[in-house]
């Protein structure tokens, strides 16, 4: 006896849910990794911005810093220069350690003013 193929239509019917399942499964798959892959782009794009933000504020109180650091420097070299200008080095220290007292130098005289001899009358 010949056996009757009815299954035909039933396994068709099977093999399509099976297939729309597979498909269906692989297209939430792929919106949930192509979602993540989003949020992970946007959160480290917003990770990249905050970290240049606090570079850049970094950046500009240092250059603060260094500019103050400038004018203390300047301040102390005028006062340096004016002492110097003056003749009062105090005492300085050389190389080698030892300090030597500097003396500082009193005016210059002015020079006596000749006098005019009078006419004899």
Do not use: F
């Amino acid at each position: 006896m010949a056996r009757r193929k009815n299954s035909g239509p039933r396994n068709e019917g099977t093999a399509r849910y099976i297939v729309s399942t597979a498909v269906g499964a692989a297209e939430a798959l792929s919106v949930g990794v192509l979602r993540l892959t989003e949020r992970t782009l946007i959160e480290a794009l917003h990770t990249v911005q905050d970290v240049g933000s606090e570079l850049g504020s970094t950046v500009v109180r240092a250059a603060r810093g260094s500019i103050k650091a400038a004018e203390a420097i300047g301040g102390d070299l005028v006062e340096v220069g004016k002492g110097v200008s003056r003749g009062i080095a105090g005492n300085v220290t050389d190389l080698s350690g030892k300090t030597e007292a500097r003396v500082r130098k009193g005016p210059a005289k002015a020079s006596a003013r000749r006098s005019r001899k009078r006419a004899a009358a």
